[in-house]
């Protein structure tokens, strides 16, 4: 498949009560032995692909090594492969248009793209993120390709878990609903583990769910139930990996 053919292959894995399982991968070899077990897709995480690379997450890892690195699992996997590009490296909508051209030359099919303010612990308001959005929706039919832009609020990342209530999803489905109409594909709500709040969120979401699995979070199959239509594992595999070799690693030099 070419670029546009596996975007739009991607696009269809989206089915709530039927979730796209994407376990995050951070480099070429990591990508490739996901591919091996099973995947349809291959998605990256910024937080395992920063570490990997010996710097910490929102952006400390300089932009021509995140796209050197998601070019390079591109490369290396049949698979439709999304980035996850944090806040686009910029906050202008002309830059963040180049970023993304930048993204999509490397032959990945989308990306996630969150709402935190990098340099704050805010959100971009609601109506100046639909605008980001819309600049990579903009970009990405300037490129030809059909990009999945799944579009990530950090609500519920930023307050503790036992203060998520309805107010919150109201937030955050005002939040849904301005970026699909900013051409956005798909809803990210991690952090977010109550089945009831979550229920809501996939019902009245514009937008297939993606959910994050963490500890405390409802299984695959409850999540199915629920209307989530994509799963993904954020940095739990690279530290599940990082675990093994340091157990493997204590072992030989016992």
């Known amino acids: 498949m070419n670029q546009s053919e596996k975007a739009r ?3 269809a894995l989206h089915v709530p009560g039927e979730p796209l399982i994407l376990f995050n991968a951070w480099d070429a070899g990591s990508a490739k032995a996901i591919a091996e077990a099973g995947a349809q897709a291959i998605a990256t995480g910024s937080w395992s692909v920063a570490a990997a690379q010996g ?3 929102r952006e400390a890892l300089p ?4 796209l050197a690195n998601a070019a390079r699992i591109a490369g290396a996997v049949d698979l439709p492969v999304t980035l996850d590009f944090e806040g686009g490296y910029a906050v202008d909508a002309g830059a963040l248009a180049a970023n993304f051209g930048r993204v999509l030359a490397t032959g990945v099919i989308g990306c996630n793209f969150e709402d935190q303010v990098m ?4 959100l971009h308001p609601v109506r100046d993120q639909a605008r980001r959005v819309e ?3 903009r970009e990405a039919e300037r490129a030809g390709v059909p990009a999945f832009i799944n579009a990530r609020t950090d609500i519920f990342l930023k307050a503790k878990v036992d203060t998520h209530d309805n107010a919150a999803v109201d937030h955050a489905l005002e939040r849904a609903r301005a970026y699909a109409d900013a051409g ?12 009831r709040l979550l229920a ?3 019902k009245d979401s514009p937008l297939p769910v993606n959910a994050m699995m963490f500890p405390g979070m409802p299984d695959r199959r409850r999540l199915a139930d629920i209307g989530v239509g994509r799963i993904s594992y954020g940095p739990g ?3 599940l990996a990082m675990q093994a070799l340091a157990d493997a690693a204590r072992s030989a030099f016992g």
Do not use: H, K
């Open 9 to 11: 292959a991607f696009a």
């Open 55 to 57: 710097f910490g997450d």
């Open 63 to 66: 932009i021509e090594l995140a």
């Open 119 to 122: 340099s704050s612990e805010s």
């Open 135 to 137: 600049a990579l929706r």
């Open 184 to 195: 956005a594909s798909g809803f990210f709500v991690p952090g977010l583990a109550d089945e």
């Open 200 to 202: 809501r969120v996939c």
């Open 237 to 239: 595999p690279y530290r």
